[in-house]
């Protein structure tokens, strides 16, 4: 009978488990009892007849030991509240903010533990709060941790300090540093940029407070941090030599450079011949030759001998998801571009060119080869013949 109590308890939290993300260790108390038991008999088989009850004393004694320690060593801790601290004790690599969520609660700044992480592993994110006057009403406070294409990755809804310091407690003036731990999801697409966004609003009716930045400018959604989130094992190259990637990618010839940069290793268009109004999809592969600093935007053009445009597709890397300056030297990049062709296209051999431009004014990257000299402002790919 022990043995299939225990048995109904592990398969109900497997069950549990299916149907909601994330493991509840506490399910298992109920088996607590049968575990004991059976702990003790396996052990009593080690030991002499005659120091069964030894055993039996010293096995109860360590258990009874264990649950005076447990509350005050291991739970306490765990459920103690945020601490309260003073405005100048704020780490100064914590994310300035200043925002303010309706007109009692001032979110100071935010920290990350991490800007990398991966996927599936903890992130830690402490928020540093500041009731302006006494809050009468227990508000909740969620974070959403945004991913590519607005993949919600990890995210935490609750009271603050996970519910041990509600905000009607909270003293006027003082800081409260609230640590939120959360888990990234293990299916988030990676890599990719991600954001964290954050809103107090009333549960029980489920009004969010309206959140103002330091000018008094309403905002329309709070994001106060970001990182990157990468595979566990995040690709990188090195050398001169393009990457082949698979049978159906072109090495780009001689790794075109640019603005010695970042190079062009490969790409993949899927088809040669459509027909005005239709779909091309361009894959472009990067290769990182150093860290940028600077976001570029990626152009990927259709056009005729003449230059004129007849279908393009303009987005920072991974549309817009990945940007440049989250790159990594060494680091492959797959960057997928779509662009419909004009219905207006007339018949006849057009090419797509690829490049990047500073979107703050529109300069094109130049083009260099691997001896440094410069080739233009764009990369010519295949030929496109529209029927």
Not at 152 to 159: G, L, S
Not at 213 to 219: A, E, N, T, Y
Not at 247 to 264: C, E, N
Request: some cysteine.
């Amino acid at each position: 009978m022990l043995g299939l109590w225990f048995a109904l308890v592990f398969i109900s939290l497997l069950r549990f488990m299916q149907i909601q993300f994330g493991a509840q260790g506490r399910y298992l108390f109920p088996a607590i009892p049968a575990v004991s038991i059976f702990i003790f008999l396996g052990l009593n088989q080690f030991v002499p007849q005659r120091y069964s009850e030894v055993l039996a004393a010293v096995v109860g004694g360590a258990l009874f030991l264990l649950a005076l320690l447990c509350p005050f060593v291991y739970i306490a801790p765990a459920y103690a509240r945020p601490p309260v601290i003073a405005a100048e004790d704020i780490p100064a690599e914590a994310h300035r903010l200043d925002i303010t969520f309706g007109d009692q609660i001032r979110l100071l700044a935010c920290q990350l533990d991490k800007g990398v992480v991966r996927r599936g592993d903890p992130l830690r994110v402490t928020l540093y709060w500041q009731p302006l006057a006494e809050i009468g009403q227990n508000y909740n406070v969620f974070i959403h941790v945004l991913g590519r294409d607005e993949q919600v990755i990890a995210q935490e809804d609750t009271y603050p300090g996970m519910g041990s310091y509600p905000t009607s407690l909270w003293p006027v003036g003082g800081v409260i540093e609230d640590t939120y731990r959360m888990y990234v999801l293990p299916g988030s697409k990676a890599p990719s940029r991600f954001r964290v966004d954050v809103g107090v609003y009333n549960r029980p009716t489920g009004e969010v407070l309206p959140a103002f930045d330091r000018d008094g400018h309403l905002l329309r959604g709070v994001t106060v941090a970001q990182g990157k989130v990468t595979t566990r094992q995040e690709p990188h190259y090195s050398g001169s030599t393009p990457v082949a990637f698979d049978l159906a990618i072109v090495p780009a010839r001689g790794g075109f450079a640019i603005h010695h940069q970042v190079s062009l290793t490969g790409y993949k268009v899927d088809k040669t011949e459509v027909k005005a109004g239709e779909t091309i999809k361009v894959a472009l592969y990067w290769r990182a030759q150093k860290k940028m600093e600077e976001d570029y935007t990626v152009f990927v053009h259709l056009v005729d001998e003449e230059g004129t445009l007849w279908g393009q597709h303009d987005s920072q890397p991974v549309n817009g998801y990945y940007p440049t300056s989250f790159w990594d030297q060494g680091e492959v990049v797959k960057d997928k571009h779509a662009f419909v062709v004009r219905k207006d296209t007339p018949p006849g051999v057009y090419r797509i060119e690829v490049g990047m431009y500073r979107l703050a004014d529109g300069q094109r990257l130049t083009i260099v080869d691997q001896d440094g000299q410069v080739l233009d402002d764009k990369v010519l790919l295949n030929k496109i013949v529209i029927k």
